[in-house]
């Protein structure tokens, strides 16, 4: 049954014990819970905010509206980490309900100053017409964790020329200044990125839009980030209301980025080069970057999407996070995302093959599970081998009737994800695969495979494909297969047995 307006916006503390107590044993019951992606113990989960590294550890909020996997009251959950992978739960980091975010914190970020973590949030709120007014808004966090929000907006209104949606701020600093970006909507309906610059994180001065030769790219532009790398410059953003254009485009928003030259700030003319997808999956928006402590950037992103129906909605819970990525920007301006390194932590018991892959479907001894990590080398150059295949590729959790495949061809080295046979369909209006052509021929596949999830990283990064997947629990099998030849294979897989939060 739809909630009333009344019903989603209701603070935790005005809801009774045993109605969290019955939405938590719902999603609990669940069979497609993670074992070790971040996700929320009831309701829904989406974007990632405040990530940031303070005071010794990986800091973490998410979006979270407790009550069900409708949008409703946002909060902030928070969790930290020394190493990335470990997280402790720290509850509730930002709680909305006063006046300038009484319909919800909103998604933004955090920065250190001052020895405290800054927050800086989208505060949202609603009229007696239903009409929405945002408000940007602070919290700060002391070394202790104690988290309070300022009683005041620090930007208190939507400059001229811009629609009410009007969020997500993205702070860093540049020499003696503070910058941020918030993802705006112009009169006309195009989306657009609106830039302010602070001294002190509290009073901030409207500096103008960010200007891109991209003036009409979608209605909408969310989650921006703007940082610098190896002397050059990356804008994160989401773009809403991109229409498919072959293979590019086809989940119903998009997330993606430009490089460029620095912004010679205060000016704000973004001289850069075409828009990149940041992923060729079918579940991945509203990604957030963090530097840490080694000056490593980390980006982690929200494993689903919006205005999309996924099939826990009706378990009471929605959604997950993506493993944490670093991020290496080649000269020519590409991305490349690598699972990190502190991944190996969670390794188990191992299985291995090295050999030759025949053509056919073949298995392998020790192969199989719900939640691991498989690593796999491919060399169709071998001398060892005859014929080398046109074709070769992976099938995940493969039951009677259901497998999730990776299918390389190798005349176009293109890699392509199929989850037509993946479980329970989704999304099937965007269709059930994803492709992209490779630079180079396929050599590595490093997968990440959940209970309900699969992240693929292809040739160390160069392209990375994220879906959800709904299989049966019974469906476990690993299946390698070659057609028209033979691949030399050396694979590698690892367990991942423990359970996060």
Request: with cysteine.
């Amino acid at each position: 049954m739809k909630m009333t307006r009344e019903q989603k916006y209701r603070l935790l503390e005005n809801v009774s014990p045993q109605e969290i107590e019955q939405l938590l044993q719902q999603s609990e019951s669940s069979p497609w819970r993670q074992q070790y992606h971040i996700q929320p113990t009831m309701g829904l989960l989406n974007d990632p905010n405040g990530f940031a590294y303070y005071d010794g550890y990986y800091h973490l909020f998410y979006q979270w509206f407790p009550l069900g996997t409708d949008h409703g009251m946002k909060y902030w959950y928070h969790l930290k980490s020394t190493d990335l992978v470990n997280w402790i739960d720290c509850g509730i980091g930002v709680k909305p309900g006063d006046w300038f975010d009484s319909h919800g914190a909103y998604s933004g970020s955090g920065i250190e100053h001052e020895g405290k973590l800054y927050l800086m949030y989208t505060g949202n709120t609603r009229d007696s017409e239903w009409q929405r007014h945002p408000y940007q808004c602070m919290a700060i966090m002391d070394e202790e964790g104690h988290i309070h929000k300022l009683e005041q907006p620090v930007i208190a209104s939507v400059p001229a020329g811009y629609t009410e949606h009007f969020r997500d701020p993205k702070v860093w600093k540049d020499g003696d200044w503070f910058y941020c970006v918030i993802g705006a909507q112009r009169d006309d309906l195009t989306g657009a990125i609106v830039m302010y610059r602070s001294h002190n994180m509290l009073d901030w001065e409207l500096l103008g839009e960010l200007q891109t030769a991209l003036p009409q790219f979608g209605y909408m532009w969310e989650c921006p980030d703007y940082f610098e790398m190896n002397g050059q410059a990356v804008l994160l953003f989401c773009p809403q209301g991109v229409a498919a254009e072959g293979e590019q485009y086809r989940n119903i928003y998009q997330s993606g980025y430009i490089s460029a030259a620095p912004l010679p700030l205060p000016e704000l003319q973004l001289e850069h080069g075409p828009f990149r997808e940041l992923d060729h999956g079918f579940d991945f928006y509203a990604p957030q970057t963090a530097i840490g402590p080694k000056g490593r950037r980390i980006l982690v992103g929200w494993m689903g999407l919006p205005d999309t129906v996924y099939p826990t909605d009706s378990h009471g819970w929605a959604h997950c996070l993506t493993l944490p990525r670093e991020l290496e920007l080649r000269e020519d301006g590409v991305l490349l995302q690598r699972p990190v390194q502190e991944l190996a932590l969670r390794r188990g018991e191992k299985a291995m093959f090295a050999g030759i892959l025949p053509e056919g479907r073949s298995s392998y001894v020790g192969f199989d599970g719900v939640a691991y990590e498989l690593d796999c080398r491919f060399d169709r150059a071998s001398n060892e081998i005859g014929a080398a295949a046109k074709v070769f590729g992976i099938e995940l959790r493969v039951g009677e009737q259901q497998r999730t495949t990776i299918r390389y061809e190798a005349e176009h080295r293109r890699i392509i994800l199929d989850r037509s046979e993946a479980g329970q369909p989704l999304a099937e209006d965007y269709g059930t695969t994803r492709s992209y052509e490779l630079e180079r021929p396929l050599e590595r596949l490093q997968i990440f495979v959940d209970v309900s999830s699969v992240e693929i990283f292809a040739n160390d990064g160069e392209a990375v494909f994220t879906s959800r997947i709904f299989p049966e629990p019974e469906s476990r099998g690993i299946v390698f297969f070659a057609e028209a030849g033979q691949v030399k294979l050396h694979a590698e897989k690892w367990e991942y047995p423990s359970r996060q939060q």
